[in-house]
Every structure is written in C-alpha cells, then in structure tokens.
C-alpha cells in the first residue's frame, strides 16, 4: 500500500470516516466490532479514500494497532487471518484456524485499532461471520473499514455505517486532472489547454481512474493539437493515442453483479450508437424477468433505475444530448 496518498474532491467523505473511527458512540452493546463499509464501483476511488484515512495523523494518533489486508478471491479463512496476523506484526503460529483466531484474540485484547479490509469480495455469510469471530468476541476498542464493490458485502458483515461513494463532483475531477497532466508545470500559463482539459474531464464521467489515465496520457502528449484531437474522439476509440480504455472496462465489468451483467448484455440487441431511453430500456428489462430477483425491499422499476445509473457511471452507458424538434 502507497503511503503518499494524495486525494481531490473527497475531503467530506474522509472527515465522515475518521469521525466515526474516533468516536465511541458507536460501539455496539453485544461487543460487536464497528464497522463502516466505502461501498463504490471499480475506479471511484474507494481504496484510495481508505488510505488516505489509514494514513491521516490523527489515525496514527488515536490506535495501538494497525493492519492492511486485501482481501483475494483465493484466500480461505485460514490464509485470510494469517494475513491480518502478519499486518499487525504478529508472526501466525499455526496452520489451524481456531489457533489463529485465539492468536488475533489475545494480540488485540485491550487494544484501540484499526483494520482495513481492501476489496472485500462477496462471500456466504459463515465465511464473513467467522472471518470476523475474533473481533466480536473480544474485549478490544477497535474499529474496521471495509472497501467493496458489493453492497451485499457490507450488509452481511452487519456494518454499522455504510459510506455510498459516488461519482467525483467537478471541482475533484478537474484538479485531480490538473495535477496528472500538467504535472509540474503552471496550469495558468496554458490557458488554451485548461479550455480544452475541462471538455475532456466531462468525458471521464466523474471516475477518478479513468481521470486519471487520461491525465498521464496527455502530459506525454503536451500540445494543443494533440488535446484537441483527443477531445473529439470518442472516449473507446482512443487506442491510437496510448490510451487503453479495455482495462479499465474489463475491470469493471467482471466485478458487476450479475443483475448487472444480464441487463448490459440484453443491450446488444441495440445497434452501434442507438439512442435508447432510459424509462424504455427499464421497462424491456421488466419484460424480459431481468428485475425479478430485486429483493423486497425495492420495486422493480427502483432496481431498474439503480442498475442503469450504475451503468452510466462506469461508462457502460453513455449519456447522449438530444437536440429539440
């Protein structure tokens, strides 16, 4: 993990976390341990918010204890706890999951920490409750942020607060934008190029990885003439200028849910650049039984609305301006 976090336009989002791991008002009475969920897509930033808390002083200030771990498909319970072990500079002492989860006990008894579980990926609830056993059901005063792609995630881990992280408002956009193409330069003395900067900040649709691979693409390219035909080409077709879109695309895409999946493969019905309407699409989804596992806590149509948003978020679907009749 980069210890140099460096972060634009989440400075709200940051004092919500830290506020909620320095108080105590939500300690929970059954000792279960507080947890607060960063809940976002792949690229908005969710990983980089929880460093910048894990790093801030008043962090370093407030805990005994601290430990990073991502998380991998590929761990079980066993190679997850040795992991927690080792970040907490705790050498595991055995293969054995009940061992080790004694071990983790006893290192964080009486203890104020601070765990971060990055990428957290969606699990059957015994895995995540016994992941978590040592830490409800000891007698310790830390805290834990979980970073997941997943809502369900958070809501099986019983998370005290979940932090819904959207897309990057402008102002965030644009100097993290600043920074990854100007690099060390005086963005003020290219006033030209901060015109044409802000036309491609609009492209990236609020996601901060995207902002920021477009960013290091044109401060290899620093000229007028390069920014203004990257301006007017599409954001996929980018290839022939060294920016790679798939990637980042792939990435998202093999983490969607697969609600999420099923409705933007339904989409290839459509042609090359149709303009569809959201409500109508909403409704062939209905039509077609892509809704129907939406829980009962949301309609159909609500389910709808939230999985087309997602899609428009992380540039799976692009918005479109339609000129008056």
Known sequence: MDDDCTIYGREHEKEEIIEFLLSDSDSDADNWVPIISIVGLIGIGNTTLAQLVYNDHKMMEHVELKAWVHDSESYDLVSLTKSILRSFCSPPKSKDLEILQRQLQLLLMGKKYLLVLDCVYKRNGEFLEQLLFPFNHGSSQGKIIVTTHDKEVASIMRSTRLLDLKQLEESGCT??????????????????????????????????????????????????????????????????????????????????????KHCFAYCSIFPKGYEFE????????????????????????????????????????????????
């Open 278 to 325: 959201k409500g109508e699409l909403i409704k062939l989804w209905m039509t077609e039984g892509l809704l129907k596992c939406c829980g009962r806590d949301k309609s159909e149509e609500e389910l709808g609305n939230e999985l087309f948003d997602d899609l428009v978020s992380i540039s799976f679907f692009q918005r479109s301006v339609i000129m008056p009749r």
């Open 175 to 260: 100097s993290l934008f600043v920074s990854q193409a100007f690099h060390d330069r005086n963005a003020s003395q290219y006033p030209n190029l901060e015109i044409i900067g802000k036309k491609i900040v609009d492209k990236c649709g609020g996601l901060p990885l995207t902002v920021t691979e477009m960013g290091n693409l044109l401060r290899r390219r620093f000229s007028k003439c390069e920014w203004v035909k990257i301006v007017e080409t599409d954001l996929r077709c980018l290839a022939e200028f060294g920016f790679n879109m798939i990637p980042i695309l792939r990435m998202s895409y093999l983490n969607l849910s697969s609600n999420l």
